[in-house]
């Protein structure tokens, strides 16, 4: 896992800037039918990070929508373009994705595993040393 780093990234017609500084909680591919119909892609890469170190500046709109599990699933994307920025779970308040696509510079990232992979499709090409959970692996317990 990364340290802390500088997240910076945009929208594609600009109007949304934003900058995390922070320690990623959590990389991962979602493969899930709802990351696939929101971004239009085989699968999301997304990085988590605290909700507090995340800052954006212009207008975003948001959707909310249930998960499998029935939590609510809240969606940002760019009022004008309608590229999708980040996402919350209620299940997990503290904590908000960013979708790498919007990133200035990703080469950083490095996802943990692949989440919901019992959905992915037959042709999306996986790493061997990425883990494979076939729904959304349960969060670590603390202690």
Same mark, same amino acid.
């Given at each position: 896992m990364p340290n802390t780093q500088t997240i910076n990234g945009t929208c594609l017609c600009g @109007?949304? #800037?934003?900058k995390a500084v922070a320690a990623p909680l959590f990389q991962a591919h979602c493969h899930c039918q709802d990351c696939r119909r929101n971004g239009g892609s085989a699968f999301a890469a997304l990085v988590f990070v605290p909700i507090e170190s995340l800052n954006w500046q212009g207008e975003t709109h948001s959707f909310c929508h249930n998960s499998d599990s029935g939590n609510t699933m809240t969606k940002h994307f760019c009022s004008n373009c309608g590229s999708q920025m980040f996402g919350t779970n209620s299940a997990k308040p503290d904590r908000i994705h960013i979708k790498?696509?919007?990133? $200035? $510079?990703a080469k950083w990232f490095q996802p @943990?595993?692949? +989440?919901?992979?019992?959905? #992915?499709l037959p042709s999306t090409p996986v790493s061997p $040393? +990425?883990?494979?959970?076939a729904t959304m692996p349960p969060a670590p317990t603390k202690k």
């Open positions: @109007q949304i #800037r934003y790498v696509g919007t990133m $200035d $510079d @943990q595993c692949n +989440v919901w992979a019992s959905s #992915r $040393d +990425v883990k494979d959970f």
